[in-house]
């Protein structure tokens, strides 16, 4: 009797992918907004108004999430795609982390409002309940893809050099610039914000998802649903108070768990399920 042939081992990803992932992030992104920002007249005569329901808008935000698929199959083969984004299944965590993205982010915005003089949700619009309902659904496949690349990618080759900590505020870094031609395209949500809170904001939240996304295993259903989150219409405008009640969790959460988030060991370092440290030190 002949043993079954064992299904196909995908190498793993190469440190080096980062620097395709990062440049096609930000081709796609910088290329587009530059474009409507540089050459406003003509972008809007050839593709009509950016907004966030323009098709453009989504492939700008999807870029991340485009440049880690990319990455993946170019690197290990369309197949592997396959295994990768198995990783959106990854639902086991402990059910702290869980309350955390379910429970404490909501209140974070409730607070930051209510500190504020707001409201505790967001007001309905003229159209009802429903459409803010299906808003809410649009932003899961709209800001939430970006954690394909974001933690999909870019967090566990990061870890493989880095402490958890240093490479979660570094994607943090790169995310914020990422987001700055945003700030100069009228007709976008960005246009009405400051951008060195939400530089900010954008480090802390990139360091906060670090610890669930390691207690998860590389999960990418729990970064998802923290982004989700982020953009949830339901949600008051909370700004800048959110910012720092968050950054406040962050500086707690960063001196509570600081053997793991100092430590790069138990860190997920793999972009392929099942890749292990002789496959890593194969790609390099």
């Given at each position: 009797?002949?043993?079954a042939?064992s299904?196909p081992?995908?190498?793993?990803i190469?440190?080096?992918?980062?620097?395709?992932f990062?440049?096609?992030?930000?081709?796609?992104t910088?290329g587009?907004?530059?474009?409507?920002?540089l050459?406003p007249?003509?972008?809007?005569?050839?593709?009509?108004?950016?907004?966030?329901?323009?098709p453009?808008?989504?492939?700008?935000?999807?870029?991340?999430?485009?440049?880690?698929?990319?990455?993946?199959?170019?690197?290990?083969g369309p197949r592997?795609?396959?295994p990768?984004?198995?990783r959106?299944?990854?639902w086991?965590?402990?059910?702290?982390?869980?309350?955390?993205?379910?429970?404490?982010?909501?209140?974070?915005?409730?607070?930051?409002?209510l500190?504020?003089?707001?409201?505790v949700?967001?007001?309905?619009?003229?159209?009802?309940?429903?459409?803010?309902?299906?808003?809410?659904?649009?932003?899961?496949?709209?800001?939430?893809?970006?954690e394909?690349?974001?933690?999909?990618?870019?967090?566990?080759?990061?870890?493989?050099?880095?402490?958890?900590?240093?490479?979660?505020?570094?994607i943090?870094?790169?995310?914020?610039?990422?987001?700055?031609p945003?700030?100069f395209?009228a007709?976008?949500?960005?246009?009405?914000?400051?951008?060195?809170?939400?530089?900010?904001?954008?480090?802390?939240?990139?360091?906060?998802?670090?610890?669930?996304?390691?207690a998860?295993?590389g999960?990418?259903?729990?970064?998802?649903?923290f982004?989700?989150?982020?953009?949830?219409?339901?949600?008051?405008?909370?700004?800048?108070?959110?910012?720092?009640?968050?950054?406040?969790?962050?500086?707690?959460?960063?001196?509570?768990?600081?053997?793991?988030?100092?430590?790069?060991?138990?860190?997920?370092?793999?972009v392929?399920?099942?890749?292990?440290?002789?496959?890593?030190r194969t790609?390099g």
């Open positions: 009797m002949t043993d042939p299904p081992r995908h190498g793993a190469p440190s080096r992918a980062l620097v395709p990062v440049l096609v992030t930000f081709v796609i910088w587009v907004l530059g474009f409507y920002i050459a007249e003509r972008a809007a005569g050839w593709f009509g108004e950016i907004g966030g329901a323009h453009l808008f989504f492939l700008v935000t999807w870029a991340p999430g485009i440049a880690g698929l990319a990455v993946v199959a170019a690197h290990a592997a795609l396959l990768f984004l198995s959106l299944l990854m086991r965590c402990p059910p702290a982390w869980w309350l955390f993205i379910l429970v404490g982010l909501p209140l974070v915005f409730v607070a930051g409002s500190i504020k003089g707001g409201p949700l967001a007001p309905l619009p003229p159209e009802g309940a429903g459409a803010l309902v299906a808003l809410l659904f649009m932003m899961l496949f709209l800001g939430p893809v970006e394909l690349g974001w933690r999909g990618v870019a967090q566990p080759i990061l870890q493989r050099h880095m402490a958890p900590l240093w490479a979660g505020a570094l943090g870094a790169v995310w914020g610039i990422w987001h700055l945003a700030f395209l007709g976008v949500v960005f246009a009405e914000w400051s951008f060195l809170p939400f530089f900010v904001g954008n480090v802390v939240l990139a360091i906060l998802v670090t610890p669930i996304f390691n998860a295993r999960s990418l259903l729990l970064p998802v649903l982004h989700w989150q982020l953009i949830n219409p339901f949600w008051p405008d909370a700004q800048p108070w959110d910012t720092w009640i968050l950054l406040g969790v962050a500086a707690a959460l960063v001196w509570w768990m600081r053997d793991t988030m100092l430590s790069r060991d138990g860190a997920v370092t793999e392929l399920p099942g890749t292990g440290a002789a496959a890593l790609a």
